[in-house]
């Protein structure tokens, strides 16, 4: 299906720090979901969003999601010889969007950086931000991103923003908004990054999908380092924000949770998640689970 935003962005070049030591040597896009690596999630969500054209942003470490994407005809012909024909369009994720590259971040300088990296990539389009470790829905988050491109558009959008209600607790590990109405869609006075719970100016979360237009990148560029020497999207989105740019919110729908696996505790929550929606093992999973819930040895 065609989509109305060609190009997308995917940042993987995080160390996944809060996932050692699990990601010393994998990179945490690659950790399993459902059966899947959560970035084959990403890729099918952008996939049936209409992505023709697809830049990961990699680094050191990350060559299996290189080999994940590309296509592997001796694993193809082995499967078919050997009469396991129904695994084939699984292991296939090469076909998933049509053009796929890669470019490397070779300095950790945060997220802004990253997609710096992007920029001739992108050219002078409108593209898609999608979060290599941030999963949309259990069953495919592909209208959630269509949705906001599609606002992003009709709103004439500097940037539209997927966001979601956290709680008060989460506010300090996400970009909050202050939106300037309430509703479904609305435009965003301004955004801080992972603010204190007090000084948090709403509960709705940046859920890792964003639509820019290239106007990002100038605004990038003016951007200062953060006191991790890190550049912020988040500062990026801000300085547009305040300076008179439209920037829209848009709210993730029921069924569109965003399911990050960012630090150890929300990724055995999404493993369940999706272990439970398994159609082959969720309901014997379940019982199991049941049985164990009063066990305290675990
Ligand atoms: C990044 C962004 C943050 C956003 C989050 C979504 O943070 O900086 O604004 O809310 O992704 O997952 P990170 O998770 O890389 O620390």
Redesign the pocket.
């Known amino acids: 299906m065609a989509g109305l935003i060609d190009k997308a962005l995917v940042p993987v070049a995080?160390r996944g720090t809060r996932l050692l030591p699990a990601t010393k040597a994998q990179p945490k896009e690659m950790l399993p979901v459902g059966g899947k690596p959560v970035v084959q999630h990403v890729v099918e969500e952008l996939a049936h969003a209409g992505v023709r054209d697809l830049l990961f942003v990699t680094a050191r470490g990350k060559g299996s999601i290189e080999d994940h994407f590309e296509p592997d005809p001796d694993l193809i012909e082995a499967l078919r010889k050997s009469g396991k024909q129904d695994l084939v369009p699984s292991v296939d994720a090469s076909q998933l969007v049509p053009n796929v590259y890669y470019t490397r971040q070779p300095v950790p300088r945060g997220?802004g950086d990253a997609i710096q990296h992007g920029r001739a990539f992108v050219g002078n389009e409108p593209f898609i931000v999608a979060?290599g470790d941030?999963i949309i829905g259990l069953r495919g988050g592909a209208t959630a991103t269509r949705r906001t491109a599609r606002v992003f558009v009709e709103w004439g959008a500097d940037a539209a923003v997927a966001v979601e209600e956290v709680r008060p607790d989460q506010v300090a590990s996400?970009?909050i908004v202050r939106p300037m109405a309430v509703g479904e869609v609305f435009r965003v006075a301004t955004i801080v990054?992972k603010p204190e719970p007090k000084a948090a100016p709403s509960r709705l979360?940046?859920?890792?999908r964003y639509i820019f237009s290239p106007t990002i990148f100038q605004a990038l560029q003016d951007v200062r380092p953060d006191a991790n020497g890190e550049i912020?999207?988040?500062d990026a989105i801000r300085s547009i924000a305040e300076g008179g740019g439209k920037v829209i919110g848009v709210r993730l729908r029921r069924g569109e949770e965003r399911y990050?696996i960012?630090n150890l505790r929300s990724y055995y929550e999404t493993f369940f998640r999706f272990a439970l929606a398994d159609a082959e093992h969720g309901s014997r999973l379940r019982a199991y689970l049941r049985s164990h819930m009063t066990d305290r040895s675990g």
């Not at 979360?205 to 890792?208: H, I, K, N, R, S």
């Open positions: 995080g997220l979060l941030s996400y970009g990054e979360a940046v859920a890792g912020q999207l988040t990050d960012g």
